[in-house]
């Protein structure tokens, strides 16, 4: 891989890093204000709003300019989104504009790689980009429980520079604090990301003639043989593993008695399984045979329905690995799949940000239908059950939609030999 590569994958280490510590922070400013538990998968809400409602536009925007230009400009509205949290806006606000700057960051993270590097290594890229992005996650996540540990917490208050009033006097604001600097750290990669050189599209000025433009690139997607199957799999993929984070905090607490501070860990287990997953994907698959991994996605829904039965962390552990590992190994050759599919028929930013309209209004879909269960107060065990069977049952349909596809010979769509 070219050094470039590197620097990008290090920008979105520590960009994915400070988004999933802050929304454990963001969960412990909700609890600390005696907020329902229902408005804690809103955050996820509040927070990919953005990707559906702006799609139209921000891949406009990506294609636009330098892709690290972009990158450095979504990280400054992120910190934007953190400072307001700061300053006592309501959590659930402050993490839409920090998802606002996360939308318009997505197409330009994605879509650098289809520029800077050749079809044969999109596989590849994807592999090392998710696993790493699963390994920001762990550490995300591992570090705002630990941000809002009392006693580890209590003890970074307890610094003080000389001469220095900080400001800082909570627990929450010392844990922005961390949180932003890890989102001053992305935007310095940012500044050091390589131009690739490929020509950018003027931004147009009329918001119509984007919307139009857009929902053609959507249809187009949508109606390609590979596309289409591609993207249905990383739609569901990502609204269920957006569901799957606040499942496991509720199954956790529920089934194992673990507090907020451990149980947002296991979300670091489930994410250490992505991890091997992907690289195990990056290793095996190549884009060819991609759409051989389609059945996976079957066999990790009826799988999830193994934690009604498990009652202690050492079984709950290797469990939440396979989960993980399953969804790291069938998403990342469908990713890499989506991205060649959508340079070709559309350019990079464009695919990306249809690709992130579908994901996102999945993740709206599907962690608004948990909040409305939880509201219900119906049991985690139930919803488990429902989302398991919910997974396997779509995954079925997108398997059967694909073999259909190939039963007629004239639609059939092959990749070139240059995608292997």
């Known amino acids: 891989m070219p050094f470039g590569f590197y620097i990008i994958m290090a920008a979105q280490f520590f960009s994915a890093l400070a988004d999933n510590a802050l929304l454990i922070v963001a969960i412990a400013a909700l609890r600390e204000m005696h907020a329902p538990a229902a408005y804690e998968p809103l955050l996820k809400t509040f927070f990919t709003v953005s990707y559906v409602v702006l799609a139209a536009f921000v891949g406009a925007f990506a294609d636009s300019m330098a892709k690290w230009r972009v990158m450095f400009i979504s990280n400054g509205i992120k910190i934007l989104g953190c400072a307001l949290m700061y300053w006592d806006v309501h959590p659930l606000l402050a993490y839409a504009v920090v998802g606002l700057g996360a ?20 596989v590849v890229a994807n592999g090392w980009i998710e696993g790493l992005t699963v390994g920001a996650i762990i550490l995300g996540v591992v570090i705002g429980g630990m941000l809002i540990q009392p006693e580890l917490a209590h003890s970074l208050l307890g610094w003080d520079f000389p001469l220095i ?10 844990a922005l604090c961390f949180v932003a600097a890890f989102y001053l750290l992305a935007a310095l990669f940012n500044l050091h990301v390589p131009d690739t050189g490929v020509d950018h599209r003027a931004l147009h000025k009329n918001p119509w003639y984007l919307l139009r433009e857009f929902t053609h690139c959507l249809i187009l997607l949508w109606r390609d043989r590979l596309g289409q199957v591609s993207l249905a799999v990383t739609t569901l993929f990502w609204g269920a593993g957006a569901t799957l984070q606040f499942i496991v905090i509720k199954w956790a607490e529920t089934a194992l008695q673990l507090d907020l501070s451990k149980s947002s ?16 994907a990056a290793k095996m698959i190549t884009m060819r045979k991609s759409v051989r991994v389609i059945p996976l996605g ?18 709950a552990v290797p469990l939440l690995v396979l989960i993980g590992t399953l969804s790291g190994f069938f998403v990342v ?33 599907m962690t608004g239908l948990y909040f409305i269960m939880i509201r219900a107060e119906l049991s985690i065990y139930l919803v488990i059950t429902l989302f398991g069977l919910f997974v396997s049952g779509a995954m079925w349909l997108v398997k059967q939609r694909h073999e259909a596809n190939q039963k007629t010979r004239d639609d059939v769509i092959h990749l070139d030999d240059s995608a292997d």
């Open 103 to 122: 939308a318009a960051y997505s197409p330009a993270k994605y879509g650098i790689l289809t520029e800077y590097l050749p079809h044969r290594l999109l």
């Open 333 to 365: 050759p469908m990713n890499a799949l989506l991205q060649h599919r959508g340079h070709i028929l559309m350019g990079a930013g464009h695919s990306i940000a249809v690709q992130n309209f579908n994901e996102n209004l999945s993740i709206l879909a």
């Open 298 to 315: 079957i066999a990790m829904g009826i799988i999830v329905l193994i934690m009604n039965f498990v009652q202690h962390t050492w079984l």
């Open 165 to 174: 009033d900080t400001g800082v006097d909570t627990v929450s604001e010392m």
């Open 265 to 280: 860990m296991l979300q670091g287990v489930v994410a250490v399984g992505v991890a091997l997953g992907a690289v195990g």
